[in-house]
DNA sequence: AGCATTATTAATCTCACCCA
DNA sequence: TGGGTGAGATTAATAATGCT
């Protein structure tokens, strides 16, 4: 009806403020619901998997999922070659749970059977890493070898400030050791059987 | 075997460079 | 101007060794 029609001198920039304006209002308004949808969600998860999170403290699902953890990130028993049981990592949370599974999963668990060894870089001070890692897990200081530097890094600076170095914990317990990785074989071949026969 | 220490390597990251 | 890339550096991990 209108097309062909010429509009009035400013007609043109004021309709085109007043649609940026309001699809910016509109913008706001979308953002604002997408950060609510998204904290649902999170809520959602939370309030879904906070049971299934607490059976961690049951001996047997304890165990699996330390059989998991080590499975991924343990060293491996080979008597030819290593003979220690041991996780190394840069994430405290990595370690922690390794102890704390440790604690949940074995009536035997015995904290004097822990080791611990720092492994840093040449720039780094490895008493200090010493006392943070000693904190992070309780363990205490007798039971922790020496720190390991490493000689290739002598001369070139850290670039993460906040890396800790990697701490290694062993568990002097070679049948421990062995369980879990019988235990992770018998997982990894259930889940594989009925992967297989659902979905073949 | 058990424990302590050291060596080596796998995995990941960085950064310069290229190109669309 | 930002993604792809690959060599070399760095980080994270396991293997190996030595001693009792």
Redesign the pocket.
Known sequence: MCRGVDLPDGYAKRIALLNTTSLNKARVIAAEMNRIKREEMFQAFVANNMPLAKMIHKREIGKIALAMLCLG????Y???????F??????PR?ICLFLDLLRISFTSFNAE?I?C?V?C?ADQDPEELKKYWMRITGVPERLF??P?V????IG?????PD?K??L?VYY?N?KVHLELESLADLVYNQARTRARSSSG
């Open positions: 990130e343990a060293s491996k080979n008597p030819a070659k290593s003979r220690s041991s996780l190394g990592n840069s994430d990595i059977k080791r060894g492994q870089r070898y020496k390991l490493d000689p290739r890094t070139k600076p850290t670039r993460k890396y170095g990697v290694r002097m070679t």
